[in-house]
């Protein structure tokens, strides 16, 4: 291991698909990237085991989805022994479960061991877990949880997703920072236009929150071109969208169920006609790429940011592909430094400071 | 004219299509159901024109889509000099343009004339001229608009649209009375299904608002669910879902750019095969119909509920078959005496009142 090596936690424990996409999604990243190190934390009997099938695959020959040879010596367990489940609730879980894997991987970048973890487990516990031993950010009052969402021009980094459901003002500002030092670093857009949901685009449009943010905005050096509304996500209008965590997660989730709902109409609706079942048919490998353009994993999942460490939080259900992705941003984040940027933003302009 | 005739004003100025789609969308209305009177409230001589167009063509023997003659004595125009465009901020349009053909039709409310008021036009200027010479209903803090989202099961009522964007537990109470008596009349569901909407499903989520709200909805008579999330509304975990009117704009604005996006989706994705482009040419008629079922006003428009009066809001491109159905929710609403039953419900609780 040199002073470059970005050391890298996963919860092998947390998620549908326990350890399976978690291992994989690992080894995946292990090979693409050969500055990383990966510590698989769980049970060390069950992720040791699929970690020797995987090996004795690998030396039998098989082909991986990405090239090349997995060098193992990258990739360590670090034994936790109880889990978190979905439906535990999530403080309680973490300080009744203390040897619990979420909480094991946040103990390993507090201590300084790793720089990074990814969690697909319970979402709740899993911010929780960072929020408690990560701690927060200088300068930041309180972290939030982003997302990457499609639009017609390409990602729109949205925030916050859950993580607080009552704002004051210079929560949104922070959120906006946050966002922005990530977008430029992550997505690649040096100038990202902040926009901040409202409930239309007048300046004097909103709520108490909303309009004493826009006051904050406008004074920022960020590039923050007003209101913006629910239609203008898809549209990419902004590249950075604020908003406190109950909306962020109402429309989150709505979100979410937009693409069943559509598959649901056009089952029904197909059945009508022979020709319509054979439209259908041709167009499946397009659903399919929409559903994946449609997923936020794909995009590397939704970091906790504001946290003194790096979290990123993955659905439940993701892919290997979705945790190589998930590792590839966390990756960005340390090589970057985002933090000390997120930081120095903050300290730099005399606003926004709780 | 008998005593049982529903009289009903539409904005014929106030849309995109003008008076086109308000006159047919009227006449058809007028054909179809024998007990109202509509009266066109715009321009006396664009107006009349466009019915003398009509009139000719019928008189030619041209077929209508809906059947029958149309009873051109019970279509009536009432002058309006004025205009409010989509453009013109809501409140001072309404208290410098008295003549504007959505003040004249509110107007016409008040004094008695006519029992309800449609406009397609300006939807803040709508808002406001309805709450200003409507007034509000006795028992009713905050009138709210309303709309049906499509789900797996059936349409579900979800307010506050953006009225109110900040709110109280009690508005969220009397917006959950409001529409349940709609859904009850309208959809014919005689006990409803009353879902909070919030950050989780836990009684325990939530901000402020939401928190004080569960408490109320839950001592109330009414058939409340519990907490609902963004997912459930397509889902149709409930057939009435409130929230504030901040959420609910950003939601069904977010909701209204969905269908939109899928659609470049799939244009962008199909250019990558013939198979594809042909399959999207046999799907074209199951996205048109999926299209109309996701477009609110197919239903019938959006009502403001909570007024002492009947006020449907309609989008500003509305078709003539949706004029038509929101003259049919007004017919509904004024028959059934919607009015007086929300607020017997709200002066039977010894609750939710401010």
């Known amino acids: 291991m040199t002073d470059t090596t970005i050391r890298i936690a996963v919860d092998a424990m947390g998620g549908d ?37 995987l090996r004795s695959r690998e030396a039998s020959g098989e082909k991986h989805t990405s090239t090349g040879k997995t060098d193992w010596s990258r990739i360590h367990i670090a034994h936790a022994e109880e889990v978190i489940d979905m439906c535990d609730a999530p403080a309680r879980a973490i300080r009744t479960k203390k040897a619990a894997s979420i909480v094991v991987a946040n103990k390993l970048c507090r201590s300084g061991d790793v720089d990074a973890v990814i969690s697909a487990g319970n979402t709740g516990a899993a911010m929780a877990a960072s929020l408690l031993y990560m ?28 993580a607080n459901t009552d704002c004051k003002p210079e929560h949104l500002y922070q959120f906006a920072v946050m966002a922005s030092v990530f977008v430029s ?6 100038n990202p236009r902040v926009g901040l949901l409202n409930n239309g685009e007048e300046r004097s449009k909103g709520n108490e929150l909303t309009v004493g943010a826009y006051d904050l905005l406008e004074k920022s050096e960020l590039n923050f071109i007003g209101n913006v509304e629910g239609r203008d996500i898809f549209k990419g209008t902004a590249d950075v969208v604020v ?5 962020g997660n109402v429309l989150l989730k709505f979100g979410e169920s937009v693409f069943g709902f559509i598959t649901y109409s056009i089952r029904k609706n197909i059945m009508k006609s022979i020709w319509r079942k054979i439209g259908a048919y041709l167009l499946k490998p397009v659903f399919r790429e929409i559903k994946a353009e449609m997923s936020p994993e794909e995009y590397g999942g939704a970091p906790l940011l504001g946290v003194d460490g790096v979290s990123i939080i993955c659905h439940g259900n993701s892919s290997d592909v979705a945790i190589m992705n998930a ?3 966390a990756r960005r984040l340390v090589v970057d430094k985002v933090n000390d940027q997120i930081k120095s933003e903050l300290a730099n302009k005399n606003m926004g400071k709780k």
């Open 135 to 162: 701690g927060r950010l200088q300068g930041v009052s309180r972290p939030a949880i982003m997302t990457l969402f499609p639009s017609v021009k390409g990602v729109v980094a949205v925030l916050d997703l859950g």
């Open 185 to 190: 670093h992550v997505v690649g857009n040096k």
């Open 243 to 247: 908003c406190d965590g109950f909306v």
């Open 17 to 53: 698909n326990v350890p399976g996409v978690l291992v994989e999604g690992s080894t995946a990243a292990v090979r693409k990237y050969p500055d990383i190190e990966v510590t698989l934390v769980g049970n060390e009997k069950i992720v040791q085991d699929y970690i020797d099938q």
């Open 327 to 329: 590792i590839r941003v």
